[in-house]
C-alpha cells in the first residue's frame, strides 16, 4: 500500500466514535461511507500513507440516500476538506473503466481498511461471489478468501481495487462475520462476506465521479457537459418515462429503482445500456426528449448545443418532430345539445402545446369554423418546417371527410390537397397503454426508408384478432391498408384490432367498394390498394403526410377528380414525436410538456 497516496482514514468525535476509510478523489474532496459519518457534519481525514503530514478536518457535503434505501443501497458522503491537499503529497485515486471489475473474467480484488488496532491500514484480497447478484439493485455482496485478513468493521468507505493496476471500482459498504464458536471455543469455519457499491452506482450519488469512470457510452467531456446541465436540473416530465421514451424497442428493462432525477437517468443509459448496433445510444434521444420537456431557458440551449455537437446527433427533416410545423384540431361532442360541437385548435411548437382556441360551434358552421381558425393559425406559423394539420376525432368519426373539408364554395381546392391533413383517435390517444405500444411500433419505422402495406383485401376474410397479433410484434415494421372506409363492418372491427395493435398509420379509401365479386376478381378498391402500394414503397413512414397530399393534389389536379385512383385517400398517422399525448401514468408526456397556466387560473 506504500504507494497508495489517495488513501485515507476517516474518523469522528463524539459519544460513539467511529473509524473507517475514504478516497480521495478530488485536492478537496474525500469518499466514504454515509453510515460512517452519519449524524455528523464533521469528521477528521488521515492521508496514511503520509504519516507525517497534519491531520485536515472536514465537512459533509453530501449524502447518498442510506438508510432509506433498502439492503445499504445509496450508502455514500462526500467529505469536503478545509483545505486542498497539494499535488506533490497526493492525488486523486484513479478508477477502473466500468464493469471492468465483472464478468467471466473478473480480476483479483483487494481492499483496503482500517480494521481496529490497525491505523496504518491493512488489506484483504476478495472476490465477487458468483452468479451476478446486486443487492438493492446496486450492491455487489464480496468474499474473502485465503488465509489473509478478511472484511471487517473499520473497511468501511475503503476502496476496493483491481490488485494488478491499483485500480478503484468501488467502495466497501459493509462486512458481515458468521464466525461462530461453540462451548468448547473451538472454532468452526468462519464464513465471511461483505458488500461493494460500485463505481457505476457511487456516480448515481456522487455526479462529479462520472467523468473520471472510463468506459461510458460518450466520451468524458460529453459526459461532464450532461452532468453541469442534468445533475440538479428539473423539468415538468417524469424521468422514468424519458428513459422509456428514450430506449423505445431496444428491450432494456427499467433501472432498478425508481429515478429521481434527470441525471440518474442519464447516469443510468450512459453506465448501463450498451449502444445498439444500429443506432444512436439512446442517451442522445434522452437529452432530446430532456430538451423538450425543459421548456424555454438555459437548460434547453444547453442540451440543444450538447446535441449539435454530438456525432450521433439526431437528424433534420420532415417526421423527425423539428421538420414539421402541426396545428391540432380536437373535435368531439359538446355537453351543450344535439348537433354541437366543441372544437379546440392549438399550434404546437418543440412539442409544447400552445394554449388552444376552443370554443362551441352548430354542425352548419363546423366546417366554416374550423378553415377559418386554421387560416388564423397558419399565419403564425414560422417558415421553417412542413405544414401538418391533425385532427383527433372520436373513433366513430374517423370516417368524417376531413381532408375535403372548405369554408365555402368559392374555395378552390380542399383542405387535404393544399395541406398535410392526418386523422388520429381520441381514444388511443387517451390510453397511456395504447400509446407505449405506439412508441414502440414507432421506433425501428424511425430509419426506414420505404413503406411497406399490409393490404387487406376486400375479398378476403376479415378477422381483426388475427390482423391483431400480425400488427403486434414491436419488430413488424407493415401498415395495415383497408379496401373501403372502417364504419361498421367488415372494416371498423379491423381499424380496432390495428389501434389496439399499435399500428402508427392506418390508410382507406373513403369509397366502399361497390363490386359483385361474383362475378368478377377485380374491383376499384384492389386496383387502389396495389397503386397505393406502388406509390408508397419508396417513402419513409416519418414522410407520408407529405406524400399523401402531393396524391390528394394530383387528384384534385386531373381531368375527373372523382374517378382518380386516390380521391378519398385517408391517412390515419400519429408519431409521438411529433404530437405530444394528453395523458400518461406518470406527471406528463416525455415527448412535450403542457403549457403553464397563469396563477389564479
Known amino acids: 500500500m506504500q504507494d497508495v497516496l489517495w488513501l485515507a482514514r476517516v474518523t469522528t468525535d463524539g459519544p460513539a466514535p467511529t473509524t473507517g476509510a475514504g478516497i480521495l478523489v478530488s485536492d478537496r474532496q474525500v469518499l466514504t461511507c454515509a453510515h460512517v459519518v452519519h449524524g455528523r457534519q464533521r469528521a477528521v481525514v488521515r492521508l496514511v500513507n503520509r504519516p507525517d503530514d497534519p491531520e485536515l478536518s472536514a465537512t459533509v457535503v453530501r449524502r447518498g440516500p442510506w438508510p432509506d434505501r433498502p439492503g445499504g443501497a445509496g450508502d455514500v458522503a462526500v467529505l469536503e476538506l478545509d483545505r486542498p491537499v497539494p499535488a506533490h503529497a497526493a492525488g486523486p485515486a484513479r478508477f477502473a473503466a466500468l464493469h471492468s471489475w465483472s464478468g467471466l473474467q473478473a480480476p483479483q480484488l483487494a481492499a483496503y481498511g482500517f480494521p481496529a488496532g490497525h491505523d496504518g491500514g491493512l488489506s484483504s484480497e476478495i472476490r465477487l461471489t458468483r452468479g451476478g447478484f446486486r443487492i438493492g439493485g446496486e450492491l455487489v455482496q464480496l468474499e474473502h478468501e485465503g488465509t489473509g485478513m478478511p472484511l471487517s468493521p473499520g473497511f468501511s468507505g475503503g476502496p476496493v481495487v483491481i490488485a494488478a493496476t491499483g485500480e478503484v471500482v468501488g467502495l466497501v459498504t459493509a462486512a458481515q462475520d458468521t464466525l461462530w464458536r461453540g462451548s468448547d471455543e473451538r472454532a468452526r469455519p468462519a464464513v465471511r462476506l461483505g458488500q461493494m457499491l460500485p463505481g457505476e452506482a457511487l456516480a448515481r450519488y456522487v455526479p462529479e465521479l462520472a467523468e473520471h469512470l472510463p468506459g461510458a457510452a460518450v466520451a468524458p467531456s460529453a459526459v461532464r457537459e450532461l452532468r ?286 361497390a363490386t359483385d365479386h361474383t362475378r368478377s376478381d377485380t374491383c376499384r378498391s384492389a386496383r387502389f390498394l396495389a397503386r397505393l402500394a406502388e406509390e408508397l414503397a419508396d417513402v419513409p413512414p416519418v414522410d407520408l403526410p407529405r406524400r399523401i397530399k402531393e396524391l390528394r393534389h394530383q387528384a384534385e389536379e386531373s381531368d375527373d377528380p372523382a374517378g382518380h385512383w386516390a380521391d378519398g385517400l385517408v391517412l390515419l398517422w400519429e408519431d409521438p414525436e411529433v404530437l405530444p399525448s394528453p395523458h400518461r401514468p406518470y406527471r406528463v408526456v416525455p415527448t412535450a410538456r403542457q403549457p403553464r397556466r397563469p396563477a389564479g387560473q
Do not use: N
Not at 330 to 347: E, K, L, N, Q, R
Not at 364 to 387: C, K, N, S, Y
Open 228 to 513: 453541469m446541465l442534468l445533475a440538479d436540473a428539473e423539468v415538468a416530465a417524469d424521468p422514468l418515462e424519458l428513459y422509456r421514451a428514450a430506449v423505445g424497442s431496444l428491450g432494456c428493462p427499467d433501472p432498478p429503482t425508481r429515478p429521481g432525477s434527470l441525471w440518474e437517468v442519464c447516469w443510468y443509459l450512459l453506465s448501463e445500456v450498451p449502444r445498439p448496433p444500429d443506432r444512436p445510444h439512446p442517451v442522445v434521444d434522452f437529452a432530446g426528449l430532456a430538451a423538450e420537456a425543459a421548456g424555454e431557458g438555459p437548460l434547453r440551449e444547453g442540451l440543444r448545443s450538447w446535441l449539435d455537437g454530438h456525432p450521433d446527433r439526431p437528424g433534420g427533416g420532415a417526421g423527425r418532430g423539428e421538420g414539421w410545423r402541426p396545428i391540432l384540431v380536437d373535435i368531439g361532442p359538446s355537453g351543450a345539445g344535439p348537433g354541437m360541437f366543441h372544437v379546440a385548435i392549438s399550434t404546437i411548437r418543440d412539442g409544447v402545446l400552445g394554449e388552444p382556441h376552443a370554443s362551441t360551434v352548430t354542425r352548419p358552421r363546423l366546417q366554416t369554423f374550423v378553415r377559418d381558425r386554421i387560416d388564423r393559425e397558419l399565419g403564425q406559423l414560422e417558415p421553417d418546417g412542413a405544414e401538418l394539420i391533425i385532427f383527433a376525432l372520436p373513433r366513430r368519426w374517423l370516417t368524417q371527410p376531413v381532408h375535403s373539408w372548405t369554408r365555402r364554395r368559392a374555395d378552390f381546392g380542399p383542405l387535404g390537397a393544399d395541406h398535410a391533413v392526418v386523422v388520429v383517435d381520441q381514444q388511443r390517444r387517451a390510453d397511456p397503454a395504447d400509446r407505449r405500444q405506439l412508441e414502440i411500433k414507432w421506433a425501428p419505422l424511425r430509419g426506414a426508408q420505404g413503406t411497406v402495406l399490409h393490404v387487406v383485401q376486400c375479398t378476403g376474410v376479415h378477422d381483426g384478432r388475427k390482423l391483431y397479433h400480425r400488427l403486434r410484434p414491436g419488430e413488424r415494421t407493415e401498415i395495415p391498408a383497408l379496401p373501403g372506409p372502417p364504419k361498421g363492418p367488415p372494416y371498423e372491427p379491423l381499424l380496432a384490432a390495428a389501434l389496439k395493435a399499435g399500428a402508427p398509420v392506418v390508410l382507406w379509401q373513403q369509397c366502399a367498394c
